[in-house]
């Protein structure tokens, strides 16, 4: 119709625009035709539908008839089908799902879960690979095969599982033995209940005919027949197929195993058993009731673990219990309480929980030792009988020899045994049957899971354990309260409050190039003005001694504090300053009084240049001046010297001076210089990364950071917590500011928005009730947050009337809102009616009178106490202890507020539905009595033992009577010898030690800059000093007979002695050697002096010993030395692995007598042997006195070390880090050139890596053109050694590269093939670890040889007694080239035949 056509012309119009009026007839006529071509488009697609559809129904109603007639034909054979199939799967056996639904509901932990998920996922998989044999016997399509091959799990150790149950045996096992989720029933109802009731309905089986019936819970047997018989009847009928074809070999013939046709059922039983998750909850806690761990020295532990070594004790534990690392059994705790009172109850689980503590401790311990490849740790049942061989002690033993089915499994046999045999017994044949498939699901996958498991818990518990000691450690730290200089000493801080006093911070190094820097701080820790005294300058000498007199009465501090970073020259730098500080106070406190050789005129000019100099001070101000200098812990003042914060805040000053500042500000707030060491984030904005940094705890290097992180986090705010602090500090100064973080209620976002938001409003807040008024805070941040905020008074506060509880712990809603602070003080006055004033200036008024009042009480306390003391005892009491919180009882108080009865007032504010408030106005009292009471006890400066190890980093551990050490003869006197060791610890030998025989003088012994080797007899921590000997009988005690110290954890009682006492033994062959070669030295008991010129390389008659010319063992007792062979050295770094990663091993060379073979492990991997040459030797035993490396001499192995190995992984390291370093092998990263100059035609492109060719060396590989070169670069330590040239960076040989790629030096000079690509020296050789172009396949997987980080190279620990003397004058020894030899350029070159040139074992 007409309106028809008009709709659809308006919806065209809508379609493609307005209609037009005036648009022209041709436009209209297109639109038409346009439209009339898609209407024909339709209509065509529309029929060719219709036809397709037809074709389809015609197509399925043929398939459906086909499917009909095949389904009328087959089904017979389906219904077989799927009766095999239901047979194989035994559902009935392997699950029920009411029983393990109630099951689940009823466990907690994760692991019994995970237990749950396993066992379904193994039956899934045989489940699936019985299906999909069932329908490729059916004939499935091979499509639906192919997507369920892609499904299948990729446990490919459960292959042969799926084979085996595929096949059927799933369902003939189980004809001989009980279903598995009927065995953990009943294992755990024994267990738990000690008892099964055999009549037992499970969960939904009420109703069935046979629920209640015995016989589903006993074990079916096979009557009239063996288990030969049952299976050769099974194998005759084809129900059972062999899993293996019988050979005419010795080994088919010698192992009856391997042709049992039974074997693939017990096979599959004992998988199913080895699953079920109730037998594993059961079997798991009989492990961890019964496993030990055995722990046993490596062959580097046996060399290095004496009497004297950190890991002594933690590496002979045999048979210790698992259990003591874990919290006692709920059950046996129960018994134990039963029979004790509550106050025996408490100490026994004080006891319980101290000693799982240490044994965590200890284990972590014994982790730090696995990890440096001292100790092996093994977790295991008791062995059967003595595994030790008629030849070797059990700790040496091979541990392919000690496997699982050599661990007693007992107890584990014994409950299963009982549920799983026949109740009413069975043929012997059958139960060994039943025995081998319990002795297969326990040794092949029950214990090795166990074991896995209870390290990991292990590791876990003792993690948590360790992490909770760091973070006690830290809280430690946190609550030392600010430094209370001497002259406050005598006053208790709650009647005296240190207050904000000046302080000087002290940084000094024992380096002469660094200078020593004073810098003082204000009350607010604000650095005022600083003195720099230069490196190498004593302050003793007149000019410095006073520019420091001058400075310290310019700033006046109340201490001056000396960082200890110094070491023990800390000590000299205090005293000395304690000297120039007696001189400043006396010249400042008698100013202003005229000396007896001094005139009007000199009184009167001195006080002239006084008041220039101190301008600010008043001749009538008559202020004692007091000032003391002690020592303290500038462990984290050295974190921020060198700190991005330190650089932040003072960018153009020096590391040491930011050290004292910082030094000087922990002593005024520890807790605040921890918080603004947090409050640093890295990269990756994570906060307090650098507490890290600190050492805290010895043990945080084997810690996780995050949980390291997440327990600090939480002890910062703790103790700020319960500190509080100052807002307006911390919104003013930036070391106060990282306070606010840790407020309850705040955090790192907030407390910033806070500070900014009060710089917006002049930078100071009045009164917590204008952090809201001001909207500077939420109500719900407010109210979370106010009360550990302070409002205390500043010098912009002076003019303003401050709340005086704003400065205490009580919540604004007690004084403010509810008013019932001060209806608690007005009571106390008694002011009666005058309490309906509501004037705020009033309230203020009555809170301060009742305060004070509490306080004057609190003085009157103290007298009384410390007289009745005094009257007692006499001038002993002890006033800085003196608590009023605690050393005060109730009914000794007098002040007003304990005249009232709050609990009353409590009951009447509750019985007004306001809730309970007795506990605020119990502390509303207190906060009347100590506002804000700092519960931090004063810092108190190190001293004695403290002392000792702050300033020498040594303890017990590391210097203890008995061990042995090397220093340097500094002085000798009429009773003795000082000696210096390493960290310039002070020793002193006697004259009665110096030999065996009498002594009459030092100098008959020893000359003054003699390296000597002493035994330590005493540690005198009090004296800053080591006695030491060198009598031979000293020598030769062994370790057992010096005392152990006390400090040191004691010995486990799982430690067994007698195989240390035996290792000693066979250790005491090697020291009496080392003896007689230090008797060469020493010269024993004649009295011949060390160092002189008479005949001390005697054979014991006084003469000469001969030097025979051969190679012999040497007389080294050195940890580094190994008297054995080339291959015994690698094979010992090998088994270390990473953990020898830039260590060295020496050993005498083969070469000849006066030559030794450093081992150096380059990388994982990669040994590197270097030759040395030998001088100056007494005997063919004895080390040279000189040690030469291409022409450069070493006085000893522990400069070798230092100078030349040191030096050589500071080089790798390098590499390591380097931006062109990559972990590739040669042809890998050619192919990756290749690539990259594919895509860049134009571009030069070069990279680094390790040599395969020759070990120990880099590869430098580039492409030019389009063949990938390279050049062989050597490593020395002066530098990286190329054409010729040393180096002395990376990145300067890589830039000579760029101008000279070639790096020929003359134009013949070219690529030869058969050529040597080294730069070594002739004294080298190398050793591999294996055959091949990869070094080491272990390694390789990680991709990465060193890991995330490269580690820094461990130091030796014998060298840790000697100072490395200065390198002699002149150069290193030389990496170049030979002469003569071709360049490097080009194709890689093959290796020459045999070892490179120059290198040899």
Request: aromatic share 8%; hydrophobic share 35%.
């Amino acid at each position: 119709s007409a309106d028809g056509d008009k709709e659809n012309d308006d919806d065209d119009d809508d379609l493609f625009g307005d209609d037009d009026d005036e648009e022209d007839e041709a436009t209209k006529a297109t639109k038409e035709k346009q439209k009339a071509s898609l209407q024909s488009h339709l209509d065509t697609i529309t029929t060719l539908l219709q036809t397709q559809s037809e074709q389809v129904a015609r197509l399925d109603a043929a398939y459906h008839e086909a499917e009909a007639a095949a389904a009328a034909t087959s089904r017979g054979e389906r219904s077989n089908l799927i009766a095999a199939l239901s047979k194989k799967l035994c559902r009935d056996k392997l699950w029920h799902y009411r029983d393990y639904n109630e099951y689940v509901s009823s466990i907690l932990e994760y692991r019994h879960v995970m237990d749950i998920k396993g066992y379904l996922n193994l039956i899934k998989e045989g489940n699936q690979a019985i299906r999909k044999k069932a329908s490729t016997l059916g004939g499935a399509s091979s499509s639906k095969s192919s997507k369920d091959k892609n499904k299948r799990s990729k446990r490919f150790d459960w292959d042969l599982y799926r084979t085996c149950v595929s096949e059927g045996l799933r369902d003939i096992c189980y004809r001989f033995v009980l279903s598995p989720f009927r065995v953990g029933i009943k294992l755990e109802e024994t267990h738990n209940k000690n008892g099964f009731s055999y009549e037992r309905i499970l969960p939904g089986d009420e109703n069935k005919p046979d629920a209640g019936e015995p016989r589903q819970w006993m074990t079916p047997k096979i009557e009239d027949a063996n288990p030969q018989e049952f299976a050769s009847e099974l194998v005759g009928s084809g129900e059972l197929v062999l899993l293996s074809t019988a050979r005419d070999d010795a080994d088919w013939q010698d192992n009856p195993e391997m042709n049992d046709p039974l074997k693939g059922c017990r096979y599959v039983a004992a998988m199913e058993l080895a699953h079920e998750p109730r037998i594993r909850r059961v079997l798991r806690a009989i492990y961890r009731s019964e496993a030990v761990i055995t722990t046993r020295p490596t062959s580097k532990g046996l060399g290095i673990i004496d009497g004297f070594h950190e890991y002594y004790g933690l590496h002979l534990l045999r048979n210790k219990p698992v259990k003591e690392h874990f919290p006692m059994d709920a059950a046996e705790l129960e018994k134990r309480r039963a029979r004790l009172n509550a106050e025996e109850v408490k100490e026994l689980d004080a006891e319980l929980k101290l000693k799982e503590t240490n044994s965590c401790i200890q284990y972590l311990n014994m982790l730090k030792a696995e990890r440096s490849g001292d100790i092996s740790i093994h977790v295991h049942l008791p062995f059967v009988g003595d595994v030790s061989g008629n030849d070797k002690p059990w700790y040496k033993c091979e541990l392919e020899n000690l496997g699982r089915d050599r661990q007693d499994v007992g107890k584990f046999m014994e409950a299963l045994e009982r549920v799983y045999f026949p109740a009413d017994n069975d043929t012997d044949e059958w139960n060994d049957e039943r025995r081998k498939i319990l002795k297969m699901a326990l040794v092949n996958y029950l214990l090795p899971q166990f074991e896995a498991e209870t390290r990991r818990d292990l590791k876990d518990v003792s993690t948590k354990v360790g992490v909770e000691a760091a973070a006690q450690t830290l809280r430690d730290m946190a609550m030392e309260g600010p430094y209370r200089p001497s002259h406050l000493l005598g006053e208790n801080r709650f009647i005296v409050p240190t207050g904000d006093v000046p302080i000087v911070g002290v940084c000094s190094s024992n380096d002469p190039k660094d200078g020593t820097f004073l810098a003082a701080v204000n009350g607010r820790g604000e650095l005022t003005d600083h003195l720099a005294i230069p490196g190498g300058t004593s302050i003793t000498s007149e000019k410095i001694r006073e520019k420091v007199i001058t400075f310290l009465m310019q700033t006046r501090p109340a201490a001056v504090v000396v960082g200890s970073g110094a070491g023990v020259g800390c000590k000299l730098t205090a005293r000395r300053l304690g000297e120039v500080i007696t001189q400043a106070t006396e010249r400042w406190n008698n100013r202003l009084i005229q000396g007896q050789d001094e005139d009007d005129e000199d009184f009167e000019a001195r006080m002239q240049t006084f008041r220039l100099m101190h301008s600010n001070i008043d001749d009538d101000d008559d202020e004692v001046w007091k000032c003391n200098v002690d020592i303290v812990d500038d462990n984290v003042a050295q974190l921020f010297g060198r700190s991005v914060r330190g650089k932040k805040e003072f960018p153009d000053m020096a590391v040491n001076l930011k050290v004292a500042i910082a030094t000087a500000r922990w002593a005024k707030d520890p807790l605040g210089e921890l918080a603004y060491t947090w409050s640093s984030a890295s990269d990756a904005g994570v906060f307090g990364t650098e507490m890290l940094f600190l050492n805290i705890h010895p043990l945080q290097r084997l810690l996780p950071k995050p949980m390291l992180l997440r327990e600090y986090e939480r002890v910062l705010c703790d103790v700020t917590a319960s500190v509080g602090v100052d807002l307006n500090g911390a919104c003013t100064y930036d070391h106060l500011h990282g306070l606010l973080t840790f407020v309850p209620g705040l955090g790192p976002r907030k407390a910033n928005n806070l500070k900014q938001s009060v710089s917006r409003i002049g930078g100071v807040v009045s009164s917590r009730k204008s952090l809201l008024v001001k909207r500077l805070m939420g109500p719900i941040v407010y109210n979370n947050s106010v009360a550990f905020l302070r409002i205390r008074a500043t010098d912009h506060l002076q003019d303003q009337l401050l709340h005086p509880l704003d400065d205490s712990r009580c919540h604004p809603d007690v004084y403010h809102r509810n008013k019932w602070a001060i209806k608690i003080a007005v009571d106390a006055l008694e002011l009666g009616d005058s309490a309906s004033n509501d004037s705020e200036d009033y309230a203020i008024t009555a809170l301060r009178d009742v305060m004070q009042n509490s306080r004057d009480e609190i003085e009157r306390l103290f007298n009384a106490t410390k007289a009745e003391w005094e009257a007692h005892y006499g001038p002993t009491f002890n006033v800085g202890a003196w608590d009023p919180r605690e050393a005060v009882p109730a009914e000794s108080w007098r002040d007003k507020v304990e005249e009232l009865d709050l609990e009353t007032f409590a009951e009447m504010i509750e019985e007004n539905g306001n809730g309970k408030w007795l506990t605020h106005l119990t502390m509303i009292k207190w906060e009347f009595r100590l506002p804000f009471e700092d519960p931090r006890k004063p810092m108190e400066p190190p001293s004695g033992e403290n002392l000792f190890r702050l300033l020498t980093g040594e303890s017990d551990v590391t210097l203890c009577p008995g061990k042995e050490v090397t220093g340097k003869v500094v002085k000798n006197g009429d009773f003795g010898s000082q000696v210096k060791l390493e960290g310039d610890v002070p020793g002193f030998i006697p004259l009665r030690n110096l030999a065996d025989d009498h002594v009459e003088a030092a100098e008959d012994i020893v000359s003054v800059g003699t390296i000597v080797t002493a035994i330590i007899t005493e540690v005198k921590m009090d004296h800053m000093c080591v006695d030491l000997s060198l009598k031979m009988e000293d020598f030769k005690k062994k370790s057992s007979q010096w005392g152990r110290p006390q400090s040191l954890p004691p010995l486990d009682d799982f430690f067994d002695r007698e195989a240390a006492f035996k290792i000693d033994e066979e250790k005491e062959k090697e020291r009496e050697s080392r003896l007689r070669a230090l008797r060469l030295t020493i010269g024993g008991s004649s009295g011949t002096k060390i160092g002189g010129d008479s005949h001390d390389a005697d054979g014991g008659d006084g003469t000469q010993a001969p030097r025979t010319g051969k190679v012999t063992r040497r007389a080294c007792a050195h940890p580094a030395f190994r008297n054995a062979s080339h291959s015994e050295v690698d094979r010992e770094l090998k088994e270390a692995g990473d953990a020898m990663v830039g260590e060295a091993l020496i050993r005498p060379s083969n070469r000849s007598c006066d030559s030794l073979a450093i081992h150096w492990m380059v990388r994982p991997g990669c040994i590197k042997v270097i030759e040395v040459h030998e001088e100056d030797k007494d005997t063919d035993a004895s080390i040279g006195k000189r040690l030469i490396i291409k022409k450069e001499v070493y006085g000893s192995i522990d400069e070798l070390l230092g100078r030349y190995i040191a030096p050589m992984n500071d080089r790798v390291e390098e590499i390591q880090h380097h931006r062109k370093f990559t972990d590739k092998l040669e042809d890998e990263l050619d192919t990756q050139l290749y690539d990259m100059k594919k895509a860049n035609p134009n571009g030069v492109f070069y990279f680094i890596c390790w040599s395969e060719s020759y070990p120990g060396y880099i590869s430098l590989r580039f492409i030019m053109s389009r063949t990938a070169r390279n050049h062989t670069i050597g490593i020395s330590p002066e530098g990286f050694a190329w054409n010729g040239k040393t180096f002395n960076n990376l990145d300067k040989l890589l830039n000579e590269f760029k101008k000279n790629p070639s790096g020929a030096r003359t134009p013949q000079h070219r690529s030869s093939s058969n050529s040597s690509a080294l730069s070594m020296s002739s004294s080298m050789s190398t050793s591999r670890q294996s055959t091949g172009v990869r070094t080491d396949d272990t390694s390789r997987q990680s991709r990465s040889r060193w890991g995330p980080a490269a580690m820094p190279p461990v130091p030796v620990t014998a060298s840790r007694w000697g100072n490395m003397p200065p390198p002699p004058a002149g150069p290193p020894p030389s990496f170049a080239r030979p002469d003569g030899a071709p360049p490097i350029f080009g194709y890689r070159p093959p290796p020459p035949p045999g070892a490179p040139p120059g290198f040899r074992q």
